[in-house]
């Protein structure tokens, strides 16, 4: 066997076996306000999901609708969650405040609240965790007709974005 059949054999093996590892949740994820997080987008399915950010992902067992969670690093609860709604991306979101993640507009988790309205202007604010030890609010930012952009916040600094379904609650 020449090594140009031996490429040929191995060249789909490889392929087929670096496919799968190239999908996964990214270091330093991106926010297009009214469009994607990091390439998910409301509306998608899980298959398409599972194709952007890969099959790794924890199952959340006590949440109401399909939750999926993808850690950043292996049992650190850190990166990014889905929720779907009959069977389709309703929220797409950030968790714990992933480092190196930021907005189109260069916003970057953990910067102070008052950057948010100097960057997207004045926002909707409404008040989530309720009866929580630690409350956090959201602000909603409206710029597109699929999504609405949520940023949240803790402690005055932006511990979190995502996007939900236009006029869905943005308290997760």
């Known amino acids: 066997m020449g090594a140009r059949t031996l490429g040929a054999l191995v060249a789909p093996l490889f392929l087929a076996l670096a496919a799968p590892a190239a999908a996964a949740l990214p270091e330093r994820g991106v926010l297009v306000p009214g469009r994607d997080v990091a390439g998910v987008e409301v509306g ?4 398409q999901v599972t194709k952007v950010w890969g099959a ?5 067992r006590d949440c109401r609708r399909p939750t999926w969670y993808f850690n950043s ?10 929720i779907f709604e009959r069977e389709r991306v309703a929220y797409v979101f950030t968790v714990w405040r992933p480092d190196g993640w930021r907005t189109t507009r260069g916003l970057r988790l953990g910067a102070p609240a008052a950057e948010i309205a ?12 309720r009866g929580m030890p630690r409350p956090y609010y959201a602000l909603i930012f ?4 699929r999504a609405q952009t949520v940023f949240y916040v803790f402690r005055d600094r932006l511990w979190g974005f995502g996007l939900t379904v236009p006029d869905a609650s943005p308290c997760l």
């Open 44 to 47: 998608m399915t899980q298959a």
């Open 56 to 60: 790794r992902h924890g199952i959340c």
């Open 73 to 82: 690093r292996p049992f650190q609860p850190e990166g990014a969650g889905v």
């Open 118 to 129: 100097r960057t997207y202007g004045p926002l909707d604010r409404r008040e989530c965790g």
């Open 142 to 145: 409206r710029s597109g007709l």
